[in-house]
């Protein structure tokens, strides 16, 4: 496809927001009127007496997976206590601003030196980051005693924790068959976020199944709507400010206190680490693109040689397609953090460290498309990519290329979902085609990922509750 010609970009942008904005009222969200409704924070456990699911994040990092967990959960959410990590509860990071729209219980994970009294019962618990905490995954199974154990894997290279966590409620049942064992024994299942991670468990001898959900950016904004998304006679009114949560698709203004008309420029997201982004064949592609278009500048050639060739310079430079302008979003860690950006292309890189997650998700939102980047293969084979879950969540398309579709299967098929680069295409090439594509085309892609994760998380949501033998809004 091509730019729609004599339409310039700067109209283009306001109406791609039009029709994001359009889009989102009428597609999205799982939310249950939840503009009428503001989530609950306690510290006391008897607050989740009563509430047969729990969901449990042990740690300060996987917030955007308890986000999509909460919104799968949200038409459910009298029935469900989330637990969350102090650093988290406290809103250090932000993400309390974020869901400030879940119309259910959070609660700040129980310490163990109070006591297994200090848990509720629940029938079902949903761990999301038990490989990175063992310890207190036990502890609190053995607290709350619960009928099904749900473990959320993310590394299926991590044979022995996977181990370690089903033999806490060894001598039940494990898998995906959904038996108990003789005796009352606890069911246990693991799931992955991408059909590729489940895949690569099941070949290391582990059942697993496919489990994925996203937080719907509409609940930034207050939206009375149904369980399928269609507005009430509420209306609308934005939260901006306040105790709510901001519009995801403000985009956040330049430095210079402008504010972006529209979509502009590609993200990536996650930590900034070497070892995880591959940001180096980027560079190179971008200062090519830079040079390429820039004129040389005069030489010690003489007469009309010089002036030919300085002319032939300035229209190669002219007709060159802009560099395209790059968002690098997430946390320097360590020795390896950083992206090392070059000298010739900093005046393009915007960098963006430890923002609070609605701004987070507002730079992303606010990009054409989002760059995985992977440094690493284990990301199509054994790991699932946080950049997929932020596509999803914000409803902006990743810049994909076959590999990448085929481990991550439910994008398909692409022109609903992803840009596609075509094989053999060099990276900024296939940014500087897109960038040119009209509106309707990215809206396409938008619209269907607002369609896949409305699917996604009513899929999600039932998933849990036939674990309970029910059935389900």
Known sequence: MSATRGQAPSTRAPMLLRLLAVSTAVLSCTLLHHGAHAATFADSATAAEGRPIAVVNARPFHSEVLSGAMAALAPVADRVAVYMDQYVFKGKDGFRQLVWSYPGLMLRTPQRAAGEGSVARHRLVFFLSPEASLGYTRWFINASRPEVVVHMMHNADDVEAVKQLLEMTSGSSSGSSGNTAGGGGVVTKLVALSPHVAAALEQRGFKADWWLAAWPPA?????????????????????????????????????????????????????????????????????????????????????????????????????????????????????QGGAGVPVAVRPLVSRVTNAPYPLFYRHLACSLALLPLFAEDSYYSTKFSSTVLASLTTGTPILADERLLRAYSFLQPAEQHVWLQAPGEGLVAAMQRLAAEPAQAAQQRRAGLVALRTRLNREARAYLLALLGEGGP
């Open 219 to 335: 609940a930034a904004e207050e939206h009375e709507q149904d369980s399928e998304g269609r507005r009430g006679a509420g209306g609308s009114k934005s939260r901006a400010g306040g105790g709510g949560g901001d519009d995801i698709y403000a985009c956040p203004a330049f430095r210079n206190g402008s504010v972006p008309s529209g979509p502009w420029g590609f993200a990536c997201q996650g930590r900034q680490d070497s070892r995880r982004r591959s940001y180096d064949t980027l560079w190179r592609e971008l200062q090519a693109a830079v040079s390429a278009a820039t004129p040389a500048a005069p030489g010690g050639t003489s007469g009309n040689a010089r002036s030919g060739s300085s002319n032939g310079q300035r229209a190669a430079a002219a007709a060159a397609p802009p560099p395209p302008r790059l968002k690098v979003l997430g946390r320097s860690v360590g020795p």
